[in-house]
């Protein structure tokens, strides 16, 4: 690029992102088309964001694909995060972009990369992905990391994780706190983290208190926390639900919240409704 190419550039990456601030995303993005065709790579990066804004995944993903091909990690995360789920050819690509985002340092890559590890069993590549993010502060990647720990026999170094990101408010780590301390048989400190963790945005932890006071035969409580998860719309927490008022006599209630996490991929829920419709055919 000529001298005067890249001060062209330079002048209409600057336009761009005043009008961005602006709140003028069209100007935007054709201030930003003007750099990125000069071959600014932030330019590209920048107006395959605003085409996400626009609602254009196409074009986004064709300027985030430029500015990875040219090195940039974020526009590499990006591009992965895009292609993610768009069927087995695109999620191949995803990964890769993951990978190569990842080598160079970038810690949300890193971390998504470490779920994909998780999710296929292969744990140790989870770990080491984890583990990598986690050295740069990514705090999901610690809780995560911790998690795989727990499994591992290395509970102090988990908890002392879980505890730092539990204090700063972190809903996993509240949730994994809650689950040692009924461990140890706390429950009330157990109940307390659980709700903690739900008010920070977990319905899971909800569904956790909902089965401690159910134990506790605490009914209307656990009723209670269960309906929260179920109103989040927590798959587990409609299972859950179903199975408590099956206790409580109250059968055709149970069957809509095992119909609904059965059309949400239940099997559990689905092995449920056949158990009550031959109950009720005999």
Not at 44 to 64: H, P, R, S
């Amino acid at each position: 690029m000529s001298s005067r190419g890249w001060f062209s550039g330079r002048k209409w990456f600057k336009r761009g992102v005043a009008l961005a601030e602006q709140g003028r995303p069209e100007d935007a993005r054709d201030a930003y088309l003007r750099a990125a065709e000069s071959g600014s790579v932030n330019a590209q990066y920048n107006l395959a964001l605003v085409y996400v804004d626009l609602g254009d995944l196409d074009n986004a993903i064709l300027w985030f694909r430029r500015a990875a091909t040219a090195g940039d990690a974020g526009a590499m995360h990006s591009l992965a995060v895009h292609l993610a789920g768009g069927g087995r050819k695109a999620t191949g690509e995803a990964l890769r972009w993951y990978s190569e985002a990842s080598v160079r340092g970038h810690a949300p890559s890193q971390y998504n990369l470490a779920l994909h590890y998780q999710a296929t069993g292969e744990l140790s590549l989870a770990e080491r992905h984890f583990e990598q993010a986690a050295k740069q502060g990514h705090l999901d990647a610690e809780v995560s990391l911790a998690g795989l720990w727990l499994g591992r026999g290395r509970e102090r170094e988990s908890e002392e994780i879980l505890r730092r990101a539990a204090v700063k408010g972190h809903p996993g780590a509240l949730d994994f706190m809650g689950k040692l301390a009924t461990e140890r048989g706390d429950t009330e400190q157990a109940a307390g983290f659980y709700a903690r963790s739900h008010a920070a945005g977990f319905s899971g932890a909800a569904v956790n208190l909902g089965l401690l006071y159910e134990k506790q035969q605490r009914v209307a409580e656990a009723e209670e926390w269960l309906r929260k998860a179920v109103d989040a719309g927590n798959v587990g927490g409609m299972y859950a639900l179903g199975r408590l008022l099956v206790g409580l006599d109250r059968s055709d209630e149970a069957l809509v919240w095992f119909r609904k996490a059965a059309d949400r991929g239940d099997a559990q829920a689905r092995h449920a409704i056949r158990v009550i419709t031959a109950r009720e055919e005999e």
